[in-house]
C-alpha cells in the first residue's frame, strides 16, 4: 500500500481517481479548495463515498497561498506520489481571465512543487492538456513535438509551462515525473461547462445546440474510467521506477467530429438535436488526436469504452443529479482537457 497525495480530489477526474486508488488499497490524502466555478455541494457529493472510507482524508487548501499555507493544511503523514490535477481548466475561460490561469496553474503548481521538495518526495503524476499541441498539423499528435509556439489559448500555455516546471524540478531536484496530457475527458461527474454535459441539458429543455465553426472541429472523447485507469498505472509506475522523467498522451487515438458527437449524444438521449451555427471560440483548435503508443508501451494503457456506451454512462448519471447545475457564467461551452 502506498499513500497518495491528489490535489483537485473533488473534481470530476479527481473524485474518480481517489475511489480508484482506494480500491486498489493505496491510502489517499486529498486537496481541494471547492472553487465556485460550480456549486461546490456538487464536488462534495463527488466524494460521497470516499468520505466514508477509513483511508482517505480531505484537507481544504488553495495552492495559490503559498508553501505555508500547504505545511499549516497537510499532514507530516509520508507520501510517496503526488498526483497533480488541481488547475483552473476551460479554453474558452482563459481567454477571458488569462491571470487567474496564470496564477492558479503555475504558481499553484510552482508552490506544489516546493512543497514536495521541503518534504523530499520526489514522485509526481501531473495532469497537462491536449490543448498544449494547439493547431499542430502533424496527426496524431506525439509526444516528441516542438510545442515551443503551439499553445493559442491562456489555458494551454499554463499547462505547457506546467510541463516545463516539472522539468525544471526533475533536472535540479532529481523528481520522477510522469506529465500526461488528457484529451477531452467524458463521463459521470462532467463539469456542468463542457460541452457534452450541456448539449445533453439543452436536449432535455428542448433547446438548438449552439455549433461553433462549420461543425468539423473534432476532439479525442476519452471516456473517465479509461483516463483514470491511465493514471493509476502512471502510479504503479512511479512506485516502481526511479530517475526519469516522461511525457505521455492519455487519449482515445480517434477524433470525433461535432456533428458526429451532437448525433450521438441525441440517440443517448433519445431526441433529435436542433442546430444553432455560431462563431468560433476564440483559443479552441481545430482537432485533437493523441497518439498513444508511448502510453501503451510505458504502461499498457488501453481505453476500453466506445463513445456510445461512455455518453449512455452519463445520460444515466445526470438524470439523477439534483437540477439545476449553476456554472459561472462564463463562454457557452468549452472543449479544453
Given at each position: 500500500?502506498?499513500?497518495?497525495?491528489?490535489t483537485?480530489?473533488?473534481?470530476?477526474i479527481?473524485s474518480?481517481?481517489?475511489?480508484r486508488?482506494?480500491r486498489?488499497?493505496?491510502?489517499?490524502?486529498g486537496?481541494?479548495n471547492?472553487?465556485?466555478f460550480?456549486?461546490?455541494?456538487?464536488?462534495?457529493?463527488n466524494l460521497?463515498?470516499?468520505?466514508?472510507?477509513?483511508?482517505?482524508s480531505?484537507?481544504e487548501?488553495?495552492?495559490?497561498h503559498?508553501l505555508?499555507a500547504?505545511?499549516?493544511a497537510?499532514?507530516a503523514?509520508?507520501i510517496?506520489?503526488?498526483?497533480h490535477?488541481?488547475?483552473k481548466?476551460g479554453v474558452?475561460p482563459?481567454?477571458?481571465?488569462p491571470?487567474?490561469?496564470?496564477e492558479?496553474n503555475?504558481?499553484?503548481?510552482t508552490?506544489?512543487?516546493e512543497?514536495?521538495r521541503?518534504?523530499g518526495?520526489v514522485?509526481l503524476?501531473?495532469?497537462s492538456?491536449?490543448?498544449?499541441?494547439g493547431?499542430t498539423?502533424?496527426?496524431?499528435?506525439r509526444?516528441?513535438m516542438?510545442l515551443?509556439s503551439?499553445c493559442?489559448?491562456?489555458y494551454?500555455?499554463?499547462?505547457?509551462?506546467?510541463e516545463?516546471l516539472?522539468?525544471?524540478y526533475h533536472?535540479?531536484y532529481?523528481?520522477?515525473?510522469?506529465n500526461?496530457r488528457f484529451?477531452?475527458?467524458?463521463?459521470?461527474?462532467?463539469?456542468p461547462?463542457?460541452?457534452i454535459?450541456?448539449?445533453?441539458?439543452l436536449?432535455?429543455a428542448?433547446?438548438p445546440?449552439p455549433v461553433?465553426g462549420?461543425?468539423s472541429t473534432a476532439r479525442d472523447?476519452t471516456?473517465?474510467?479509461d483516463?483514470?485507469d491511465?493514471?493509476?498505472?502512471?502510479?504503479?509506475?512511479?512506485l516502481?521506477h526511479?530517475?526519469?522523467?516522461?511525457t505521455?498522451?492519455?487519449?482515445n487515438?480517434?477524433?470525433?467530429?461535432l456533428l458526429?458527437?451532437?448525433?450521438?449524444v441525441?440517440?443517448?438521449?433519445g431526441?433529435e438535436?436542433?442546430?444553432?451555427?455560431?462563431?468560433?471560440?476564440?483559443g479552441d483548435?481545430?482537432?485533437?488526436?493523441a497518439?498513444?503508443?508511448?502510453?501503451q508501451?510505458?504502461?499498457?494503457?488501453?481505453?476500453?469504452t466506445s463513445?456510445s456506451?461512455g455518453l449512455?454512462?452519463f445520460?444515466e448519471?445526470?438524470?439523477e443529479v439534483?437540477?439545476p447545475v449553476?456554472v459561472?457564467?462564463?463562454?457557452p461551452h468549452?472543449?479544453?482537457r
Amino acid at each position: 500500500m502506498a499513500s497518495i497525495l491528489v490535489t483537485g480530489c473533488a473534481g470530476f477526474i479527481g473524485s474518480h481517481l481517489t475511489e480508484r486508488l482506494l480500491r486498489d488499497g493505496h491510502r489517499v490524502v486529498g486537496i481541494d479548495n471547492f472553487a465556485p466555478f460550480y456549486n461546490p455541494d456538487h464536488k462534495r457529493r463527488n466524494l460521497a463515498t470516499s468520505l466514508s472510507h477509513p483511508r482517505f482524508s480531505l484537507h481544504e487548501t488553495d495552492l495559490r497561498h503559498g508553501l505555508d499555507a500547504l505545511v499549516d493544511a497537510l499532514p507530516a503523514d509520508p507520501i510517496d506520489v503526488v498526483v497533480h490535477l488541481a488547475a483552473k481548466a476551460g479554453v474558452g475561460p482563459s481567454v477571458k481571465e488569462p491571470v487567474a490561469y496564470l496564477e492558479n496553474n503555475i504558481i499553484g503548481t510552482t508552490h506544489l512543487l516546493e512543497w514536495m521538495r521541503h518534504r523530499g518526495i520526489v514522485k509526481l503524476f501531473f495532469a497537462s492538456s491536449s490543448s498544449v499541441y494547439g493547431n499542430t498539423r502533424e496527426q496524431p499528435f506525439r509526444e516528441d513535438m516542438n510545442l515551443l509556439s503551439a499553445c493559442i489559448s491562456p489555458y494551454a500555455a499554463s499547462k505547457l509551462s506546467g510541463e516545463q516546471l516539472t522539468a525544471t524540478y526533475h533536472h535540479l531536484y532529481g523528481l520522477d515525473v510522469l506529465n500526461a496530457r488528457f484529451f477531452t475527458v467524458y463521463g459521470p461527474r462532467q463539469r456542468p461547462d463542457l460541452a457534452i454535459h450541456k448539449f445533453v441539458r439543452l436536449l432535455r429543455a428542448g433547446k438548438p445546440i449552439p455549433v461553433f465553426g462549420d461543425g468539423s472541429t473534432a476532439r479525442d472523447y476519452t471516456f473517465v474510467l479509461d483516463t483514470v485507469d491511465g493514471i493509476s498505472r502512471g502510479v504503479d509506475y512511479l512506485l516502481r521506477h526511479t530517475g526519469f522523467y516522461e511525457t505521455i498522451n492519455l487519449g482515445n487515438n480517434r477524433p470525433i467530429p461535432l456533428l458526429e458527437l451532437i448525433a450521438a449524444v441525441g440517440q443517448a438521449v433519445g431526441v433529435e438535436p436542433q442546430l444553432a451555427f455560431q462563431p468560433m471560440q476564440a483559443g479552441d483548435v481545430d482537432v485533437t488526436y493523441a497518439d498513444i503508443r508511448k502510453a501503451q508501451e510505458l504502461l499498457g494503457y488501453s481505453p476500453q469504452t466506445s463513445l456510445s456506451d461512455g455518453l449512455q454512462a452519463f445520460v444515466e448519471w445526470l438524470a439523477e443529479v439534483p437540477q439545476p447545475v449553476s456554472v459561472t457564467p462564463y463562454p457557452p461551452h468549452s472543449s479544453a482537457r
